[in-house]
């Protein structure tokens, strides 16, 4: 760890502020450049608003958040001296994520996993199935979304001519792009529109549809350019990693594990990492003894005083001020029960699934049966890492929208903490709860230039995307910014995180 003083007296190539997972993932992207590069983070932590936390370390964050989280509370009641019961363990038995989502196996940070090699380095987790809520049930009112072409032929609850209508949706949604004809005269309706009018699918069918999509608004918001697209994604990553699912959840804390081990590898190549430090401001170099270095620099003046000169500076930290394009409503809870009924093997030969997904479509949860937008509950075993054998971890959000949005979450939670084949029902052990504000849900836009300080290059990712499954714009955003930094420096934009084995490396320069 480089001391404040000791940087001050280096010309930094790149400075990155944040330790997000686009700024991460930039850093890997120069960590073999010979750059000169600092990385800074004001937190403590790796992962910024994709960090994932010990129960201490989320009781700190709590008393010091910053945007783009707020409305932080913890409920973690007095453990009771019961030796029959579940207990809450030690602090660091729990990682817990603060901005959980799946990424499908066919997205393109799965690829520049491989192609950079840094996937020898991380363990991923497989995804299993899909439940949606069903309220016009009396019991067991989680029922299984259909995943493909195998589980629609072999699910009895669907009929006959239902499956007729589903099977000619699913060889539709697999070929889009070549059937425009179809799809784009209703683009810009809504999704069920196009499912009835155009497909004929039933109105039975059409909430499941509309759970593959992740949709976080109400279905009459979500368009069809949206929806058919995603669902594409997920029914054409299904088998490219193993029989019967379609997206993974990295070991260990998620995207916060991504960025660690990226964070690691810009280490090795010689990058300097700073915890805990920030930035201040930043502005032209007031270097006057050279007027030519001081046209190439921007000063940097960080959070302890001291000030830096650099060539390029990258921040993804939000501003104070930004204003939020939406905001999520998140709870995490601990539950005290593995919820076992919840990850069936999939399929024979299937590797055992981690994670599952609930949906409560919009409005099955009010009383009143006044329209509230999806719930979604992605529930984590304790093969994640995230919890101790035995116990299991749900994280549950929505678009919060008005005042119920504590009560709705409240039972969702309830809705999934159910006692099926158990002699007692689950319990929650803790619950963290909170609101993140975000880009928004439904798009994620590319990193941008956001400043330009006379000549210097300054650039700015946008707020995270709130999105469920990781969308391949995030890794097209630092794609476009290690592009445009090496065209400031005047460096090639080619091969962009493809890295050769570090042994192949040393094997040639022996050579």
């Not at 750059?35 to 989320?58: F, M, P, R, V, W």
């Not at 529109?193 to 109400?218: M, N």
Request: proline share 6%; hydrophobic share 35%.
């Amino acid at each position: 760890m480089e001391s404040a003083r000791d940087i001050t007296d280096i010309d930094w190539d790149l400075v990155i502020s944040g330790t997000g997972l686009q700024a991460s993932l930039l850093a890997l992207a120069f960590s073999r450049s010979n750059k000169k590069i600092l990385h800074l983070d004001t937190n403590t932590y790796y992962g910024a608003a994709e960090a994932a936390l010990s129960l201490q370390e989320a009781e700190t964050w709590s008393l010091n958040c910053s945007p783009p989280f707020r409305n932080i509370s913890i409920w973690n009641p007095p453990q009771v001296d019961d030796e029959s019961s579940t207990k809450l363990s030690f602090s660091r038995a729990y990682t817990l994520s603060l901005t959980p989502f799946l990424i499908y196996s066919r997205s393109n940070l799965i690829q520049a996993l491989v192609s950079s090699r840094l996937f020898r380095q991380l363990e991923f987790q497989a995804v299993g199935s899909w439940w949606i809520y069903d309220k016009s049930s009396t019991f067991n009112r989680l029922k299984k979304v259909p995943n493909g072409r195998e589980d629609v032929f072999s699910d009895p609850s669907i009929d006959l001519k239902a499956k007729r209508f589903l099977m000619k949706f699913l060889k539709f949604v697999l070929d889009y792009e070549n059937q425009r004809d179809i799809w784009e005269p209703f683009k810009a309706s809504p999704f069920p529109t196009f499912l009835s009018d155009q497909l004929g699918v039933p109105l039975a069918l059409q909430e499941p549809l509309l759970a593959l999509t992740l949709t976080p608004t109400l279905p009459e918001n979500t368009s069809t350019s949206y929806a058919v697209p995603r669902i594409a994604r997920h029914l054409r990553s299904i088998g490219l990693f193993g029989p019967s699912f379609a997206a993974v959840v990295p070991k260990w804390g998620g995207a916060s594990e991504i960025a660690q081990v990226a964070c690691r590898a810009g280490a090795v190549g010689g990058a300097v990492y700073m915890l805990g430090q920030g930035v201040k401001s930043y502005g032209d170099s007031l270097d006057s003894s050279s007027q030519e270095s001081a046209a190439r620099r921007l000063q940097i003046e960080l959070l302890s005083g001291e000030k830096i000169n650099c060539k390029t500076f990258v921040t993804s930290e939000t501003p104070k001020d930004s204003k939020a394009g939406v905001s999520l409503k998140r709870s995490v809870v601990v539950s005290s029960s593995p919820l076992t009924h919840l990850f069936p093997c999939p399929a024979e030969g299937a590797p055992k699934p981690a994670v599952a997904i609930v949906c409560f479509p919009s409005g099955c949860l009010d009383p009143r049966n006044n329209r509230h937008p999806p719930i979604y509950s992605i529930v984590h075993s304790s093969e994640t890492g995230e919890c101790p054998d035995g116990q299991s971890v749900v994280y549950s959000c929505m678009l919060q929208v008005d005042d119920r949005s504590d009560t709705l979450l409240d039972a969702a939670v309830s809705n999934v903490l159910v006692a099926v084949g158990q002699e007692s029902s689950p319990e929650k052990l803790y619950e963290l709860r909170f609101t993140q504000d975000g880009g928004s849900p439904t798009s994620c836009e590319n990193m941008r230039e956001v400043d330009t300080v006379g000549d210097k290059a300054t650039y700015t990712f946008p707020q995270p995307s709130l999105d469920l499954a990781l969308s391949d714009s995030v890794l097209n955003g630092v794609q476009e910014a290690w592009a445009q930094i090496n065209t400031y420096l005047g460096e090639s934009t080619e091969d962009f995180l493809q890295f050769p084995d570090r042994e192949t490396e040393m094997e040639d320069e022996e050579t």
